[in-house]
């Protein structure tokens, strides 16, 4: 009955009876996603209808009505076979200004045509393969970003921006070849990123340094969607970055690595706002040449480094306060400022302390920190303070316990392949990849399965090189380390004899040699 009573009115009706009856229908139907099959083909009439309405010289208000109704519609995928042509298509480009060479934002009264018009095409887009090849003919995602260009310094037109983004996203995951469209003609790398320069009023300091207001107002929650849409289409736009780096990119990606850096060291509205925009930032963090990501970590300023050294001056009875002094300040290690490195291991702490969806949630920044630690000196060091402090407790399993050291063990053991061997390799990474290191940390029944895939169980070191660091044995663990003889690998001499595995391999080792084929 909704349907008839609106579509005899917009097929018979005046704009402003139009108005009326279709408020209706959207306030009526404005949480529906799943639509009476009973009547698809009077959704399908009442989608035509609004077409041919929008056509006319209507006033605003009207036009928005008709676009509000039509966004609801658009979510049923079997309506939208019919009314998906190139025609309709160009409307809807019309109404959200995408087709304007000029500038097109002057009018305020004309935004919620523009948003209404922008989140009809998300949906038509998302929901209709004959849309997203109609986006390619008709170029969108250039007339996108021309959009995106005449938004990205101006006030008060966030919800522009951000469907715009959500758009370009939806666009650059449906087709590889809009990624590429973006990445090269499009110039979407260095677009994107100042979009997220604008969402986060970042001033800069240096080159890749942006003055950070730890006391500032968390983002509003309009530049924080907006924010999360453009990393999100950012990531499209880099997935495959570190197969195809050149050199000559290199200052670009550090620029958004600065910017995501930034990112990580600011609030959304909300608890939950801030997870999103550091879980998107993360994603496209992994997608950055491991090479640029030294712009993570920067040289304290001189009021930082003044507070560091006194602090450390303090006498060594008062570590506890020197610890919260330099937290509350800033995480400073060996002149270097580690607060974003020192954010994505507490990320990474509160996903492990979820216990769930570790696959997507987990080993991103897992990955990342490993990539960073493999390649950057001073975030393993970090890191490895953080993560493996010198070891004062021997008594207990090394999987037993409530620090990250504890948890990240735990996951040596996990169920999922993948979740296994990154957090493995994490720890492996932190000790350099020395096995004798490892097995300090985790335990040789943890850690089997990693020496294992690496054939290390007899011992040895990885295949990357990694400076020498001092002795971090503390009294308690070079007392109990003579202990530890009591748990060694063990293996089956050839006489069918239980021996140390070392000792094993190299019995079986000196037979294969002495052995020949006398045929």
């Known amino acids: 009955m909704d349907e008839e009573r609106a579509l005899y009115i917009v097929r018979a009706g005046e704009a402003g009876a139009i108005e009326r009856v279709l408020r209706d229908y959207s306030d009526k139907h404005r949480a529906t996603f799943k639509f009476e099959s009973t009547d698809e083909e009077k959704r399908k009439k009442l989608c035509e209808g609004i077409f041919k309405v929008l056509v006319k010289d209507i006033p605003t208000t009207c036009q928005v009505s008709c676009l509000e109704v039509l966004r609801i519609l658009s979510r049923d995928k079997k309506i939208l076979v019919?009314?998906?042509?190139?025609?309709?298509?160009q409307i809807l480009l019309r109404l959200a200004k995408l087709n304007e060479s000029d500038d097109c934002l002057e009018k305020v009264s004309e935004f919620p045509v523009i948003v209404e018009s922008l989140k009809c095409l998300c949906n038509i887009v998302f929901n209709s393969q004959m849309a997203q090849q109609l986006s390619l003919d008709l170029n969108l995602a250039a007339k996108l970003c021309n959009l995106l260009r005449k938004c990205k310094d101006r006030k008060f037109i966030s919800d522009i921006k951000c469907f715009d983004l959500r758009l370009l996203f939806l666009l650059s995951l449906l087709h590889t070849d809009i990624r590429s469209q973006l990445r090269y003609e499009l110039q979407g790398l260095p677009l994107l990123t100042q979009i997220l320069e604008s969402a986060f009023s970042i001033k800069w300091t240096d080159e890749y340094e942006s003055a950070i207001d730890h006391n500032g107002p968390p983002l509003s929650p309009q530049e924080t969607d907006c924010a999360i849409e453009a990393l999100k289409a950012l990531f499209n736009v880099?997935?495959?970055?570190?197969?195809?780096?050149?050199?000559?990119?290199?200052?670009?990606?550090?620029?958004?690595?600065?910017?995501?850096?930034?990112?990580?060291?600011?609030?959304?509205?909300t608890e939950d706002k801030t997870e999103e925009l550091h879980s998107n930032a993360v994603n496209l963090l992994s997608n950055v040449p491991v090479s640029c990501l030294d712009v993570l970590i920067c040289p304290l300023t001189h009021e930082e480094t003044a507070q560091e050294a006194t602090t450390l001056d303090e006498p060594?009875?008062?570590?506890?306060?020197?610890?919260?002094?330099l937290e509350n300040n800033t995480m400073a290690y060996n002149g270097m400022n580690m607060e974003a490195i020192h954010v994505l291991l507490s990320f990474m702490e509160k996903r492990i302390d979820k216990g769930s969806s570790y696959r997507e949630g987990l080993t991103p920044v897992l990955s990342l920190l490993t990539e960073c630690s493999r390649?950057?000196?001073?975030?393993?060091?970090?890191?490895?303070?953080?993560?493996?402090?010198?070891?004062?407790?021997?008594?207990?399993?090394?999987?037993?316990?409530?620090t990250v050291r504890?948890?990240?063990?735990?996951?040596?053991?996990?169920?999922?392949?993948?979740?296994?061997?990154?957090?493995?390799?994490f720890l492996f990474v932190l000790c350099k990849e020395r096995v004798d290191s490892l097995l300090k940390y985790t335990g040789y029944g943890n850690a089997a399965g990693l020496l294992a895939a690496r054939g290390l169980l007899a011992g040895g070191r990885g295949d990357n090189w990694y400076s020498e660091d001092e002795d971090t044995d503390t009294e308690e663990y070079k007392n109990a380390k003579p202990k530890e003889e009591l748990l060694k690998?063990?293996?089956?001499?050839?006489?069918?004899?239980?021996?140390?595995?070392?000792?094993?391999?190299?019995?079986?080792?000196?037979?294969?040699?002495?052995?020949?084929?006398?045929?």
């Open 82 to 89: 019919p009314v998906t042509t190139k025609e309709n298509m």
């Open 489 to 519: 690998p063990m293996g089956l001499k050839p006489d069918g004899t239980v021996t140390p595995l070392e000792e094993a391999l190299t019995q079986y080792s000196v037979i294969e040699d002495t052995s020949s084929d006398t045929d």
């Open 375 to 402: 390649a950057h000196r001073n975030i393993r060091k970090f890191l490895k303070d953080q993560v493996l402090p010198p070891l004062r407790d021997v008594t207990n399993r090394p999987e037993v316990g409530s």
């Open 406 to 425: 504890n948890k990240l063990v735990r996951l040596m053991t996990h169920v999922d392949l993948g979740v296994k061997q990154i957090a493995a390799e």
């Open 238 to 269: 880099t997935v495959d970055s570190w197969k195809v780096h050149k050199e000559s990119d290199s200052h670009q990606f550090r620029v958004m690595a600065a910017v995501l850096r930034h990112c990580l060291l600011i609030v959304g509205p």
């Open 316 to 325: 060594s009875d008062k570590t506890a306060e020197k610890e919260t002094a």
